[in-house]
């Protein structure tokens, strides 16, 4: 009962308004921020189904012993049926230009050769397969760490421009360097 007594005494200090409106803003503004906090991060994967996501499938269906292995339709079936991103299917050239533009947060491609490199290992020679992801950080900070844990010792690197030619997808430089800028070229994954 003392510690409210005490409690009442000090708020009976404060008798002019600007003694009050300091009161009420020393309260507030704590309160504002951490309410902010709290929210901001309160379900940080809830919303990832509104994140678009280009998807390329190259892939070249093969046959193996008989059988018909495409698996690029497969992986492109298996993300239809579940929605953790907004994907969109779609070609190398609106996936490039949609990752610069910022239409995509980043893409997916699956080269022409995934299904053949997988199929390999029967042929006695197996090879490894990979996807590539390349994406644009300049969307934020988390964005361009979400696709990440998808490629284990995977290395950033820097996507030349959508227009310019390439004469394959691992021709780019490695970039180890970060800036702040608000528009910096695509990264690319492998």
């Excluded at 200090?13 to 409106?21: D, G, I, N, S, V």
């Excluded at 046959?63 to 190398?92: C, M, S, Y």
Aim: aromatic fraction near 10%; glycine fraction near 6%; include cysteine.
């Amino acid at each position: 009962m003392r510690a409210f007594r005490l409690a009442r005494f000090e708020f009976v200090r404060f008798r002019t308004p600007l003694q009050r409106l300091a009161l009420v803003f020393v309260v507030l503004v704590p309160l504002l921020y951490g309410g902010l906090y709290l929210w901001s991060n309160w379900d940080p994967y809830g919303k990832l189904n509104q994140i678009p996501v280009a998807v390329v499938n190259d892939d070249k269906a093969v046959t193996v012993n008989g059988q018909r292995v495409a698996a690029g339709e497969l992986f492109v079936a298996e993300l239809k049926k579940d929605p953790i991103f907004d994907w969109h299917f779609t070609d190398d050239a609106d996936a490039a230009q949609g990752v610069h533009d910022t239409r995509y947060y980043f893409t997916i491609s699956v080269p022409r050769d995934f299904s053949a490199k997988l199929a390999s290992s029967a042929a006695g020679t197996p090879q490894r397969a990979g996807m590539l992801i390349t994406l644009d950080d300049a969307n934020g900070y988390i964005v361009g760490k979400m696709p990440k844990p998808c490629s284990p010792n995977s290395r950033t690197r820097s996507a030349p421009p959508p227009s310019a030619p390439t004469s394959s997808p691992f021709s780019a430089t490695c970039n180890d360097s970060t800036t702040d800028s608000p528009k910096r070229p695509p990264a690319r994954i492998n």
